[in-house]
Nanobody
Framework: VQLQASGGGSVQPGGSLRLSCTASRRITRAATLGWYRHAPGNQRELVVHSDSAGDTTYVDSVTGRFTVSRGYADNTVYLQMNSLKPEDTAVYYC?????????????WGQGTEVTVSS
């Protein structure tokens, strides 16, 4: 399974971006999906986690500004990022867990870079 992430770029503070992550496998409600980010000098951080039970958890710093959604028709998970701040600058990675062959199978996208700067 491949995850292809896109949508990163450079924006000014207060701007918006929408990240996309398209999977080569059909995304269903059973999939666990998420976005992580890695800023220079920091550890990789979980941004949002959406599990198979339908529960979605955001890191406090993005709550109310970021929204994750699933595009079942195009096997894509989106991350809408609004009111971006300089501290959101990082490489963003999508993450997926698909259940098949009687086990959880974990995959990562290649990362898309987001820069928030005036």
């Amino acid at each position: 399974v491949q995850l292809q992430a896109s949508g990163g770029g450079s924006v000014q503070p207060g701007g918006s971006l929408r990240l996309s992550c398209t999977a080569s496998r059909r995304i269903t409600r059973a999939a666990t999906l998420g976005w992580y980010r890695h800023a220079p000098g920091n550890q990789r951080e979980l941004v949002v986690h959406s599990d198979s039970a339908g529960d979605t958890t955001y890191v406090d710093s993005v709550t109310g500004r970021f929204t994750v959604s699933r595009g079942y028709a195009d096997n894509t998970v989106y991350l809408q990022m609004n009111s971006l701040k300089p501290e959101d600058t990082a490489v963003y990675y999508c993450h997926a867990i698909f259940q098949y062959n009687s086990k959880d199978n974990e995959f990562w996208g290649q990362g898309t870079e987001v820069t928030v700067s005036s």
